[in-house]
């Protein structure tokens, strides 16, 4: 099993920045890929970002790509979510999570999840 707490939420103005970070603990050396995904009000939830625990090679959304920066610090077991050049739509509860085995973008397919955390852009 593993356990995901996240943190680092809030509201921010659009063209602004946050940083999410996960705590992962547990069994966190099975798991293959952390990702960081986000649900908007009457939407289904999606994959955002996604990182490799091993090799720490990452994959996004095309929707973030070139704004949001997904890292990890393994000697902390965290993996943090940088964001930057907010929008209005990236509003939402977003969710960190992992997965034992397959590809991180494999979005459906993740096994633990942490509790959320609310994001909110104003514009």
């Known amino acids: 099993q593993v356990q995901l707490v996240e943190s680092g939420g809030g509201s921010v103005q659009a063209g602004g920045s946050l940083r999410l970070s996960c705590a992962a603990s547990?069994?966190?050396?099975?798991?293959?890929?952390m990702g960081w995904f986000r649900q908007a009000p009457g939407k289904a939830r999606e994959g955002v970002a996604g990182?490799?625990?091993?090799?720490?090679?990452?994959v996004y959304a095309d929707s973030v790509k070139g704004r949001f920066t997904i890292s990890r610090d393994k000697a902390k077991n965290t993996v943090a979510l940088q964001m930057n050049s907010l929008k209005p739509e990236d509003t939402g509860v977003y969710y960190c999570?992992?997965?034992?085995?397959?590809?991180?973008?494999?979005?459906?397919?993740?096994?633990?999840w942490g509790q959320g955390t609310q994001v909110t852009v104003s514009s």
């Open positions: 999570a992992a997965r034992r085995v397959g590809k991180c973008s494999g979005w459906s397919l993740y096994d633990y």
């Open positions: 547990g069994d966190t050396y099975s798991s293959n890929c």
């Open positions: 990182i490799y625990t091993l090799g720490g090679t990452t």
